[in-house]
């Protein structure tokens, strides 16, 4: 006996192994899809490759790892109940409660029986007949689903650096973005750290308690501002819950990056220079990212982001007392937040311990790593063990590695072969019913990535939705719509300073990869509207096709 499925509105969900949709990934964005997709009654199957839920906060185990958005917003909002019963402990949460939180909501809404854990995705082929993907997972199975919902995570896809000697060395080697679940105890040991973005500035601080001695090895300087992190009351948690409603509504439609702050209404140069000292000086004793919305033009007018940038570096002389170490740790090849600026706790002032050096390997490169060492230019740095803070293939890494085809056999490697195309960063043309959340194109790795998941994982919802309700089968981006939305997003980028730094925004930190700016920078606010145009135009810029006859269901 057959059903009309109240998702697809079509047949196959009532049968083993067939879903309606088929989400890859149980992070943030993985949990929330099943979630709303849950509330429409349909067939759902999350595969996982972790052991557990949480997604990036899964595997980004290193010392010192937290979110650098506060607790408060850094949180879903999707359900008042758990915004309100949810207690952070400190201005950023540490990992280990932010996966805490995450295997809460999991147990809260009740995902786990949906969400099938240690399994990869492997490939997921469109069969233009059925109109149907069907998926190929790493335990061998093969199911298949009318929709598929990449929730791979732009950050998650570590990259191991291609230096020579490598698996030659004797001593342990870890990875910031796949760090054992077990204790690392670095006490009384030689460390070198490679990497200085904002793992490695994160976890520097901490290594640097328990080396013997910390070498860091670091090729581009980063701006980063003091964190301030601090333990919350009770009285502050109270206080931002009591305004979440206009906090939220905030983040969703007015904010460029997703982040509750202030938005000002003045450029740098406004000011004389003792205001505007004075002004960076009060951002940098309250800590974070929001270092960068002093003023409204520090992302587009160089001369404007050189005050901000010869603040920051005016900070780091300050800080740390030997004036070589000072100038090497200062950023002189790119705009302040040009690559995402970093928050730390102590990091410039972790550079003043005596076991701590700082090796550039920009002026000394490294040549080799040794079965004890790391061999540069200029000598040999004897170490116990390394920790590679190098970095992600972000925002398109994780879609790769599964071997995705849509019409005509046509990879999406192959058709990203020059950079990620999408419209809207949502759905790529081409891969009919195959949707992106937080896909290039789209605000992303820009904004508090919690805003722009669920900002997706809505839309995608009510697009499916809209789909049944409508009796359509299939979906995808027209090609005219997706050239245009990929110049826009281009042509965005150009107007501020992002494209002057080589950045994994960019695609820079990965040898052979194409250097095209991938998140939408218009802001998350603008963006929304245009989404939501999109849809209520009834998804303007999309091809839908009607369900066959021969697909509706015969006999119930
Ligand atoms: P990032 O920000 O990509 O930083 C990686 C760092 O590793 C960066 O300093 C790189 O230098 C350096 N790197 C990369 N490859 C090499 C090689 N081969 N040799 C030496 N140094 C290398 O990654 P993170 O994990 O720190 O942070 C990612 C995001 O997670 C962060 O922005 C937050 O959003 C959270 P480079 O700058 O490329 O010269």
Redesign the pocket.
């Known amino acids: 006996m057959s059903a009309v499925h109240p998702v697809s509105g079509n047949c196959h969900a009532a049968s083993a192994g067939a879903y309606d949709v088929v989400v890859v990934g149980a992070g943030f964005a993985g949990m929330y899809m099943l979630h709303r997709l849950r509330g429409q009654g349909g067939s759902v199957r999350v595969y996982e490759q972790g052991g557990d839920v949480g997604g990036t906060w899964y595997w980004?185990r290193y010392p010192g790892a937290r979110c650098?958005v506060e607790s408060m917003q850094y949180s879903y909002s999707f359900s008042e109940e758990l915004q309100q019963e949810w207690n952070w402990s400190e201005r950023y949460a540490p990992q280990p409660e932010i996966l805490k939180y995450a295997n809460h909501v999991a147990d809260r809404f009740d995902l786990r029986s949906d969400i099938q854990l240690n399994t990869r995705v492997d490939r997921a082929v469109f069969d233009e007949a059925t109109r149907l993907w069907s998926v190929t997972t790493s335990d061998g199975k093969n199911v298949t689903a009318k929709y598929v919902v990449l929730a791979t995570g732009c950050?998650s896809n570590a990259?191991m650096?291609?230096?020579k000697g490598l698996p030659d060395f004797k001593g342990k080697v870890y990875h910031?973005?796949r760090w054992p679940h077990e204790p690392v105890d670095f006490t009384g040991l030689r460390v070198g750290v490679?990497?200085?973005?904002?793992?490695?500035?994160q976890s520097v601080p901490i290594i640097a308690e328990q080396a013997s001695q910390l070498t860091v090895?670091?090729?581009?300087p980063?701006f980063s501002i003091p964190a301030r992190n601090a333990l919350l009351t009770a009285e502050e948690r109270e206080a931002y819950r009591a305004k979440y409603p206009e906090i939220r509504r905030f983040a969703r439609e007015e904010a460029r990056n997703g982040i509750y702050t202030e938005m000002p209404d003045r450029g740098a140069l406004d000011d004389g220079d003792n205001v505007r000292r004075s002004k960076y000086q009060a951002r940098w004793e309250r800590g974070g990212l929001t270092f960068m919305s002093v003023y409204n033009n520090l992302g587009v007018d160089k001369a404007a982001n050189d005050t901000a940038a010869d603040f920051v570096r005016d900070k780091i002389a300050e800080i740390v007392r030997d004036p070589e170490t000072a100038k090497r740790l200062q950023p002189n090849n790119h705009p302040i937040g040009s690559?995402?600026i970093?928050i730390d706790t102590d990091y410039f002032a972790t550079f003043n311990r005596p076991n701590v050096a700082l090796v550039d390997?920009?002026t000394n490169p490294?040549e080799e790593i040794t079965a004890n060492a790391v061999r540069t230019k200029a000598g040999d740095y004897e170490v116990d063990a390394l920790v590679l803070?190098?970095?992600?293939d972000?925002m398109t890494g994780s879609v790769a590695k599964i071997d995705i085809r849509g019409r005509d056999g046509q990879t999406l490697n192959q058709k990203w072969a020059e950079g990620p195309k999408t419209y809207l960063g949502l759905m790529s043309a081409g891969f009919p019913n195959l949707f992106i959340i937080t896909g290039p194109g789209s605000p992303s790795?820009l904004s508090n990535m919690i805003v722009s998941i669920e900002q997706h994982v809505d839309w995608i919802t009510g697009c499916i939705v809209y789909m049944r309700a409508h009796g359509l089968d299939t979906m995808e981006a027209k090609p005219n719509a997706e050239d245009k939305w990929v110049a826009h997003v281009n042509e965005v980028a150009q107007t501020t300073l992002y494209p002057q730094a080589?950045?994994?925004y960019m695609g820079?930190?990965i040898p052979g990869k194409p250097q095209i700016f991938m998140p939408y920078i218009g802001g998350v606010g603008v963006y929304r509207q245009i989404c939501n145009d999109v849809a209520s135009k009834g998804y303007e810029g999309f091809a839908m096709t009607a369900a066959e006859p021969a697909q509706q269901c015969a006999a119930s």
């Open positions: 980004n650098d950050l990259r650096p291609d230096i910031t973005g490679i990497g200085t973005g904002s793992s490695g500035i090895f670091q090729r581009t980063n690559k995402r970093c390997i920009r490294i803070a190098t970095g992600f972000a790795v080589n950045s994994w820079a930190n």
